[in-house]
């Protein structure tokens, strides 16, 4: 308690101290700013209404719930069953409209991209990486170099039955282990090997007709005459640097002694057909895709799509 008698005026200040004195340190009894004080007031008021309003004060079952009755819970529930709602009419939409219309619609281009972007990292991202950058055996998806094809179509139906999968329309071809099957001698290789890296434009160890007859004979039927690959075999472009095993000359050899056979799973029914449409269009933007039409060998009933009459050539 501060002793009345013992308050006293400060002489500099001429302000009355409160009577507390600390090693001879008189406190001055300065009053707190209004401003200051009316704020404090204006909390402790808002605090209350606030209390009145919303949830705050925990009971033994639960907490006051406030007069607005809000929780968060209750938004997110109601937030969340709006965006169902939303999603509903897209899928709906999304549904019946074929791959060239989600190409064109914006907010169904959108929808698409956004669904396969998450579908992609949940289901392709371990073999394809989470970029799509692929590795050695898995293809690079963000480019314009394509084993089966780079129309949308094409992927579509790359993802719907997989590549040397387990069901009868999956796409299949092989490339032949033409040491391992004695179709090629250990020589015949390696000369076909040096003209392979000839044609793929890197430094090579002197290619020579022998290796080019040799390709002509055994390798022009699936990776086309000028070695630019062929997608109805799911052939690489052999004259680009882009490996899928790689183009160094152990691999090349590897490649062609042992074959290669690559194995990628049908998306048909482990998938539902929204969700390979979305993947289709999420791929086709990546990077690479192509225009649809491009491609002839398109099999547009194996999607089950109306195809429009300029595709159906
Ligand atoms: C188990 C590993 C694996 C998974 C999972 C996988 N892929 Fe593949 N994918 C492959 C392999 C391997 C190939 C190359 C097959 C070949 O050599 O022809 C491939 C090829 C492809 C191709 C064809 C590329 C081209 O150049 O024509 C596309 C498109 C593709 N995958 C997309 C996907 C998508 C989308 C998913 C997810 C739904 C997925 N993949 C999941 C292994 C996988
Ligand atoms: C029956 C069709 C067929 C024939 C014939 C064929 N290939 Fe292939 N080749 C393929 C297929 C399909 C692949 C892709 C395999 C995969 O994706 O797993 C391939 C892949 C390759 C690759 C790997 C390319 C890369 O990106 O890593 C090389 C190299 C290759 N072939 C060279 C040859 C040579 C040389 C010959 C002739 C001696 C030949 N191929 C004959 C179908 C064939």
């Keep these: 308690m501060v002793d009345e008698n013992k308050k006293e005026i400060d002489q500099v ?7 507390h004195s600390w090693d001879g340190l008189k406190e001055l009894n300065n009053p707190l700013p209004r401003w200051w004080l009316w704020i404090f007031y204006i909390t402790i008021i ?3 209404g606030y209390w009145v309003v919303y949830p705050a004060w925990p009971t033994l079952s639960g907490n006051t719930e406030g007069k607005l009755k809000y929780s968060q819970y209750e938004a997110l529930k109601t937030s969340q069953a709006e965006m169902v709602q ?10 019946r409209a074929t791959l060239d219309e989600i190409l064109d619609d914006e907010e169904l281009y ?17 073999c394809h990486g989470t970029g799509a950058a692929g590795s050695k055996g898995y293809p690079n998806l963000n480019d314009d170099d394509w084993l089966w094809g780079g129309t949308v ?9 997989g590549i040397r999968a387990n ?3 999956t796409r299949v071809s092989i490339m032949l282990g033409f040491g391992e099957d004695g179709l090629l001698t250990k020589e015949e290789i390696q000369e076909v090997v040096k003209y392979v ?8 160890e002197g290619s020579t007709e022998k290796g080019s007859v040799i390709f002509k004979q055994n390798c022009t039927a699936c990776h086309g005459d000028n070695g630019k690959g062929k997608h109805e075999f799911g052939a690489p472009n052999l004259t680009d640097a882009i490996w899928l095993y790689g183009g160094d000359v152990e691999s090349l050899y590897e490649t062609i002694y042992y074959g290669r056979a690559g194995m990628m799973p049908a998306w048909d029914g482990r998938l539902d057909d929204n969700m390979i449409k979305q993947l289709a269009i999420y791929v086709h933007q990546l ?9 002839e060998e398109t099999d547009f009933d194996a999607l089950g799509e109306k195809a429009s009459g300029q595709q159906a050539e």
């Design 167 to 169: 069901n009868d329309d």
């Design 13 to 19: 200040t001429g302000v009355e101290t409160t009577g």
């Design 110 to 126: 959108a929808f698409a991209n956004a669904g396969g972007r998450a579908a992609f990292k949940d289901n392709c991202a371990t």
């Design 153 to 161: 179509y094409d992927i579509h139906q790359t993802l719907q039955y």
């Design 86 to 95: 939303r999603q509903a009419a897209y899928i709906d939409q999304f549904e």
């Design 46 to 48: 808002w605090s209350i």
């Design 287 to 295: 990077g690479g895709g192509e225009e649809s039409g491009e491609n």
């Design 197 to 204: 890296r000839d044609i793929s434009g890197q430094e090579f």
